[in-house]
């Protein structure tokens, strides 16, 4: 959301700079915020003051056309009438948007309100400081307990101040202002007491701004009061009637509770009977007094309740908060947010309170049958849901049994107590809908082009155009063409296409255009989140997101989101009803032709449009081996921490034996934290390090790296080697490159499957692309249920799933013994790249099942265990004494993306932000295991002081002990760099920090800084 931080910005600043000028001034955080809002308020009143003159003039011109305006809608219909209204608007200059001009009363302050919120809502000097009656500025004031009694004041002031500001004008204007006091009250209710002081005092500053702008509404009104007399004598009269069946009523009550206390006596003892029943006596008569004045209240509260009137448009918009802040609640990432459940039931129960109401009034215009039907079935909704809030409130459990069935509720949530209120809701709904009836468009002959072209949009760019624009940026990642990403999507969008259009042919002629103003609201609100204001979520890792937790973004942000949801709505019903239905269709039409155009020009510049140049290459599908002649593996798995094996092999003591002829380099050095800056020295040595290749300003990255590995295939032909590789990130090679090129997975292996205990594989990137389209568009209470913590829409909801789109590079691990064969004359060079390390960490079990979200160390056991499995296959067969192995990983892991623990014991020392921080130390400790020609024995430790960009060097040396001496003056460089997305195409990598270490990587003290992005050359190196 850097686009809203771009905008809010400005008012950020001045709120800030108010605030600690204020604080300068007095020395209190409290005093400060209400210096705060007084500052704000008195620079927005010129801005008051011209809307309340811009006001009255628009009143007193509305005043002028009102009996015109009556008398055509008295006298013309549907076309006609609103022609003339629109000339008639005309003739007086008048506008029917200025109506809207008391809002921007409201809206003026809602930036500087955002920014209270975002300086306020994490300003740290806060926490703890108290004032007046508030104990805390940076929590709720909590004064009741669960009861905040600061946001009850505020809503005083708000209705105090409608209904002065309304005093003299409309009761419509009051309506809005009690429903924005209410929804404030609701939104407020549980932020911190700082917040809701600064909007307590801004509305008290509203108050008193009256006197200003408005200082007729102080003035005694004259209203007629009805005789004393005449109110006095209908009392009597109604008193007088209802006295006979009030003595029933008393003498009913009385014995009743006469029996009550004579059975009690009898039970106990008749010491106090007496005095029982005085109290019985009293009882009956306080009894009989309510139910007077009940009878008494009753006609009035009838006729209020005749008279109470919703209008659609609120009810309805009241109901989507509520819907909308429900799926935020449920589905808010990594829990529930208790706030938005909160809103959503505060915002439910008065959409509750107006159905029933109306359900009430609707009762002489439905059947007994149907009405007692739905009374049934709404008191049992009813009841759950103060089932489920009595648990939520009391954690008592309450358990029940109905016609023989137990019902046991012992735990709940805002989600289980809304969910009932909600069905509710949608139980009386029709009755509303019967009284205040849709209205009725007749079709336009254009309807039909809308649906079709809103159709095409919203679900051709979730399962069409966004998924092959997104396959076109990096599409080496894939393992098919363009054109399939094109044909996994055409029968979804078929299906959605073919389902909307009978669903308008379904629906009476004259309510058609509700379908269409929901299509067009819709297609604006997926292009606003996926086109204009996309969340940064980092890339997409697998099957999960780099930043997941971005997902959880502030409250405020949600109620921008509903609130632009029912805005959009609502424009897209104005524009069908204005007929504004062929700019409509001109506008869908470019729409479409840009966004088509786009992802397909996108589509074949990468030149994999037609066929996958990397899933089609021609290759035999097998790892070759040679008995007679040397081979070299070199396995390069990703972000796979070197000091892991250090706890390895305290908790396996075969692991050394196991790992026979190995050995482990603990002291070396990455020469980078991330893979695009890795690449380079892993293939080329030291001399391709990032600074180096940086000179070259010609060439692209992924060009660079392409060329280094062609040196590398050189270099291995030079050495007597074939060349045999599967795809190595950041580059690209002619197929005539390689030997024997292995593919992500080829169909010839589906026959080894079931020896690894599956029947079949499935390959799902394109249902991810689809769903990361899906997640991008749809707004932001959906988002973390479409997520599903990367499980998606299609995944399962256990920690296990045979279909996952990871498995295929789990499965060739497994594979390697199977598909490894040692009948080659020639001996072989393998470079086998590894994305099974790197974030998300999964692993797969015996069964094929893939087991989610294991820990960083679990991951690296299970990778390590399914290349000992491939190395014993070597020993089998002859081939392990003359092949060289090296296992060198890119860099360490970031264990920031690991939820919990570091689950490995920390070796480093000396560490801290000010100086070297651990992160880097860990990001920046890779894994170096080799395994020389003929080397036997157990696992053995060398503490030299060692590099990864060492290891091509050591895979194509004559003797690795001869040209790897100790050298205790080595200095070796590491560098702080970062992933960018236009990172294959930029012609430089994104470094942060160059640092040049000594001895041991261990201790924070051998590194030195020696260049700085922001600051160059800090020392030389």
């Not at 709505?569 to 470019?590: D, Q």
């Not at 060439?699 to 007597?720: A, C, P």
Request: aromatic content about 14%; overall charge positive.
């Amino acid at each position: 959301m850097h686009f809203f931080n771009l905008i809010f910005a400005p008012f950020v600043f001045i709120v800030k700079q108010i605030f600690l000028y204020s604080y300068n001034l007095t020395g209190n955080y409290g005093l400060s915020i209400v210096l705060l809002s007084f500052a704000v308020s008195l620079l927005l009143l010129p801005i008051f003051i011209l809307i309340e003159k811009t006001k009255r003039r628009n009143d007193a011109i509305r005043q002028r056309m009102k009996p015109l305006a009556d008398e055509i809608k008295r006298c013309y219909r549907g076309q006609e009438r609103y022609y003339y209204l629109k000339t008639l608007n005309r003739q007086h200059g008048y506008s029917p948007l200025k109506a809207l001009i008391p809002i921007l009363s409201l809206l003026v302050q809602i930036p500087f309100f955002i920014a209270a919120y975002q300086f306020l809502e994490g300003y740290p000097l806060l926490e703890g400081v108290s004032f007046l009656f508030i104990k805390d500025l940076s929590a709720p004031d909590a004064l009741l307990g669960p009861v905040n009694i600061l946001p009850i004041v505020m809503t005083v002031v708000n209705l105090v101040t409608a209904y002065f500001y309304t005093r003299n004008g409309n009761t419509a204007e009051r309506k809005q202002m009690v429903v924005v006091a209410v929804l404030f009250l609701i939104l407020l209710f549980n932020l911190p007491s700082g917040l809701v002081l600064y909007w307590t005092m801004n509305n008290v500053f509203s108050f008193l701004r009256l006197f200003v702008t408005n200082p007729e509404v102080f003035k005694g009104r004259s209203v007629e009061k009805p005789k004393v007399s005449e109110s006095v004598s209908g009392l009597k009269v109604r008193v007088t009637s209802a006295l006979p069946k009030l003595k029933k009523t008393f003498v009913v009550v009385l014995v009743l509770a006469v029996l009550s206390q004579l059975n009690w006596a009898i039970s106990n003892n008749f010491d106090d009977f007496g005095l029982r029943l005085i109290l019985a006596l009293t009882g009956s008569l306080v009894i009989t007094f309510m139910v007077l004045l009940a009878a008494l209240a009753y006609p009035y509260i009838r006729n209020m309740l005749k008279g109470v009137e919703v209008k659609p448009v609120f009810l309805y918009s009241i109901f989507f908060f509520s819907l909308y802040f429900y799926l935020a609640n449920k589905y808010f990432y990594l829990g529930g947010d208790n706030s938005f459940g909160f809103i959503s039931l505060g915002l439910i129960v008065c959409v509750q309170l107006v159905l029933s109401l109306y359900f009430i009034k609707a009762y002489r215009v439905i059947g007994n049958l149907y009405f007692g039907i739905t009374t049934v079935v709404a008191l049992f909704l009813l009841m759950a849901q103060l089932s489920s809030l009595f648990v939520f409130i009391t954690h008592l459990p309450i358990s029940l049994s109905l016609a023989g069935v137990n019902v046991t509720i012992e735990s709940s949530s805002f989600a289980k107590i809304i969910l009932p209120a909600i069905l509710f809701a949608l139980l009386l709904l029709p009755y509303y809908i019967r009284i205040n009836a849709i209205e009725k468009i007749k079709p336009h002959r254009q309807y039909l082009q809308v649906l079709l072209l809103s159709t095409l949009f919203v679900a051709g760019n979730i399962f069409l155009w966004n998924p092959l624009a997104v396959y076109s940026t990096f599409p080496e990642n894939f393992m098919f063409s363009g054109l399939k990403v094109l044909a996994g999507g055409v029968v979804p969008f078929l299906i959605i296409f073919s389902a909307l259009t009978a669903c308008y042919f379904l629906i009476p002629k004259g309510y058609r255009w509700l379908l269409l103003a929901l299509l067009i609201a819709t297609l604006m609100l997926f292009t606003i989140h996926s086109t204009l204001l996309p969340i940064d979520m980092g890339t997409l890792q697998g099957d999960k997101f780099e930043k997941p937790s971005a997902i959880s973004l502030p409250q405020y942000l949600y109620a921008l989101d509903a609130l632009a949801a029912v805005l959009l709505f609502g424009l897209s019903v104005w524009l069908i009803k204005n007929r504004y239905v062929k700019h409509t269709v001109f506008a869908l039409i470019i729409l479409n032709g840009l966004t088509i155009t786009q992802s397909l020009y996108k589509g074949f510049k990468s030149g994999n449009f037609i066929s996958n140049t990397i899933a089609n290459r021609e290759s035999e599908c097998q790892i070759e081996f040679s008995k007679t002649n040397r081979n070299v593996v070199y396995i390069i798995p990703d972000m796979l921490q070197g000091w892991s094996m250090n706890k390895m092999m305290k908790e396996d003591s075969t692991l050394r034996h196991r790992l026979d002829g190995f050995v482990w380099y603990p002291n070396t050095l990455a020469i980078s934290r991330v893979t695009n800056t890795s690449i380079g020295p892993l293939i080329g040595g030291l001399s391709c390090a990032p600074d180096i290749l940086d000179k070259d300003k010609e060439r692209t990255v992924s060009e660079k790296l392409s060329n280094i590995k062609i040196d590398l295939i050189r270099r291995v032909n030079d050495f007597g080697l074939n060349f045999s590789s599967n795809h190595l990130t950041y580059t690209s090679l002619p197929d005539s490159c390689y030997h024997n090129f292995l593919p992500e997975w080829h169909h010839d292996w589906d026959a080894y499957l079931p020896k690894i205990g599956i029947s079949s594989i499935k390959d799902n990137d394109i249902d991810l692309l689809q769903c990361n389209a899906l997640f991008f568009s749809v707004p932001l209470a959906l988002k973390s249920a479409v997520y599903n913590e990367g499980k998606w829409l299609f995944g399962s909801s256990g920690k296990k799933s045979k279909s996952v789109s990871t498995s295929h590079k789990h499965q060739f691990l497994r594979l390697l013994p199977y598909i490894s064969t040692a009948k080659e004359e020639k001996g072989n060079f393998i470079l086998l790249y590894s994305m099974v390390t790197h974030f998300p960490w999964n692993t797969v079990n015996d069964d094929g099942t893939l087991n989610r979200d294991v820990s960083p160390y679990e991951n690296g056991v299970w990778t390590i265990d399914q290349l000992i499995a491939w190395f014993d296959w070597m020993k089998q067969n002859g081939v392990y004494d003359n092949t060289r192995i090296v296992v060198v990983s890119d860099h360490g892991t970031h264990w920031r993306r690991f939820d919990k623990e570091i689950e490995i014991d920390i070796p480093f020392r000396n560490y801290g932000e000010n100086t070297l921080p651990l992160n880097y130390m860990l990001d920046l400790n890779p894994m170096l295991l080799v395994k020389d020609f003929g080397s036997q024995g157990s696992l053995r430790e060398d503490w030299q002081f060692m590099s990864n960009a060492d290891a091509i060097e050591m895979a194509l040396c004559d003797t690795i002990s001869n040209d790897f001496p100790q050298d205790s003056d080595r200095i070796l460089p590491a560098f702080v760099s970062w992933w960018t997305k236009d990172m294959p195409s930029s012609n430089a990598f994104s470094l942060e920090h160059k640092y040049m270490v000594r001895k041991s990587i261990f201790d924070a003290n051998n590194w030195t800084m020696v260049w700085d992005k922001h600051k160059g050359t800090i020392v030389s190196d």
